[in-house]
C-alpha cells in the first residue's frame, strides 16, 4: 500500500474528519490530499523517498492555502500525519 493510501484511509478513520484523494485538479500543484479536520482545512502533499521535492507550483498552492488562512502539510512518513487531528 503507498503512503498516500496509508494516509488516506487513517485520515477517514478519525472521527469529525473529511478526507479525499484529488486524482484531477484544474490547476497544477493542487495537493494530493484535502481534508478538513474538526473545522480546519488542511492541504496535504504526499513525498515519499529522500529525493522527492515539491515542485514550484506545489509550493504556491501550499502558501495560498495558507494565506486563506488552512494549514499544510508534507507527509513523508505516518510520524507526520499522526498525533495532528
Known amino acids: 500500500m503507498s503512503l498516500q493510501s496509508k494516509v488516506l484511509k487513517y485520515l477517514k478513520s478519525q472521527s469529525e474528519t473529511w478526507a479525499i484523494k484529488v486524482e484531477v485538479a484544474n490547476e497544477r500543484g493542487c495537493?494530493?490530499?484535502?481534508?478538513?479536520c474538526k473545522g480546519v482545512f488542511f492541504g496535504i502533499e504526499i513525498k515519499e523517498g529522500k529525493k522527492d521535492k515539491l515542485s514550484g507550483p506545489q509550493?504556491?498552492?501550499?502558501?495560498r492555502i495558507k494565506a486563506a488562512g488552512g494549514r499544510t502539510i508534507v507527509v513523508r512518513n505516518m510520524d507526520d500525519i499522526?498525533?495532528?487531528?
Open 82 to 85: 499522526k498525533g495532528r487531528g
Open 31 to 36: 495537493p494530493d490530499i484535502l481534508c478538513c
Open 59 to 63: 509550493t504556491e498552492q501550499l502558501k
